[in-house]
């Protein structure tokens, strides 16, 4: 028998205890036979009524000390105490799955090296894609590849709103209201909706794939905060769909990560992801274009995910599966060098006036008319970010620029 501990017994906590005693005889011969038992739960509530009270702990020292305990899982959230439980359990000889996407984030690559130095494992395939099964493929099916790009619809709650905005032509305000009555979005949806959720996911995926260690804080980020009903209506006259995308990509030598709203085509596999759902697309040099697709939360989907992990941990006890992720810093691209195509809305009272003075800046542009009075509105050609910051500057009146994902 392998005993656990499980850190956290909110949404995810109680998924992991669901599935682990709910599935126990799968989940035994998925370890070659040895069962997996959570021995201690640490929260600070009680839980009176509920059969898991026997297990719940409020000193994590108990769980720290017990010899038995072989795997924990962090699903408390936050970088503290999350932080110092996980590098604690790792040096006491534990092995850690996690879920927490704020400190694999932070402190991934340090916490690996422990776990290496020890014949341990930090494993965290639920801290990037829920449900979605993509820190297993790139750290073990697409090793022999070298990725070019990974693109993804990370945030469920972004790409709810933005869903649903595009069915029914709703404001940005109003659809975020219905999200958080229906639990998608939080009280304080900050983290979201300002893309901060998306980017540390981004950087994780990028720090696997590249293989050096790529700070969140580094990496341009912008929300959907600003989107409106109108830009909705102008991406639709385009044939495409605005989606809060997460990318990052090989330039040259380098790597341009960013977090933006884009407009995004039909002939893109992101056009149909909608409602809640998450997608990654991967493009490889050999293996060419592959995408994963699924629940990006949800309480049994990232449960379910955890307890793979927890399987993975317990079948290597002894074995450290080698993750290549270096603390050396990654140095990113600088975005202006960043090249797209964009959607422009500029206020005015002289179209024909407006239309020269962005042909003075831009060249020939394609004009897009969606019955807006009062804007003109066009699409440049592919033009670097810095350029584009300019000329945009010297235009005036802009309302708002969207960037068309190629």
């Not at 534990?94 to 494993?123: Q, R, W, Y």
């Amino acid at each position: 028998m392998i005993n656990i501990a499980v850190l956290g017994y909110g949404t995810v906590g109680s998924g992991v205890v669901e599935i682990i005693s709910g599935n126990r005889d799968n989940i035994k011969k998925r370890t070659g036979g040895k069962e997996i038992s959570v021995k201690y739960v640490l929260d600070k509530k009680d839980f009176p009524g509920n059969p898991i009270q026997d297990k719940v702990v409020h000193d994590y020292d108990v769980i720290l000390n017990d010899p038995e305990v072989k795997i924990v899982v962090e699903v408390m959230g936050g970088v503290e105490p999350a932080y110092t439980y996980v590098k604690q359990a790792l040096l006491k000889g534990k092995s850690v799955v996690t879920s927490n996407k704020e400190l694999v984030a932070a402190h991934g690559p340090e916490l690996l090296a422990i776990s290496k130095e020890n014949k341990l494992n930090f494993l965290f395939e639920a801290s990037v894609g829920g449900g979605i099964p993509i820190i297993r493929p790139l750290n073990q099916s697409l090793t022999a590849d070298e990725i070019e790009e990974i693109s993804g619809i990370l945030n469920g709650t972004t790409n709810y709103v933005l869903s649903k905005m595009t069915k029914e032509g709703s404001s940005f305000h109003t659809v975020l209201k219905e999200a958080q009555d229906l639990g998608y979005a939080e009280r304080d949806p900050s983290a979201d909706v300002d893309g901060h959720d998306a980017c540390r996911k981004i950087a994780i995926l990028s720090s696997l794939a590249f293989g050096m260690h790529v700070d969140f804080k580094d990496i341009y980020t912008e929300g959907i905060a600003n989107i409106s009903d109108i830009d909705i209506k102008y991406a639709k006259e385009i044939g495409g769909h605005i989606k809060l995308l997460a990318t990052s990509e090989k330039i040259g030598d380098q790597v341009l990560a960013m977090v933006a709203p884009m407009i995004v085509k039909p002939d893109n596999p992101l056009y149909s992801v909608n409602d809640v759902f998450n997608a990654i697309f991967v493009r490889g040099r050999y293996i060419g274009d592959v995408m994963f697709y699924g629940s990006g939360a949800g309480k049994l989907p990232t449960a379910s995910s955890v307890v793979s992990d927890v399987v993975d941990a317990a079948k290597h006890i002894g074995t450290n599966i080698m993750t290549i992720w270096s603390s050396k810093k990654l140095d990113l691209c600088d975005v202006k060098r960043a090249k797209h195509q964009f959607l422009v809305r500029v206020a005015t009272d002289d179209e024909e006036e407006t239309k020269k003075q962005v042909t003075g800046l831009f060249g020939v542009v394609r004009q897009v008319r969606a019955g807006i009075d009062g804007e003109f509105a066009f699409i440049t050609n592919d033009i670097e970010e810095g350029e584009f910051k300019e000329k945009s500057r010297q235009l005036g009146g802009v309302i708002n620029r969207i960037r068309i994902k190629a």
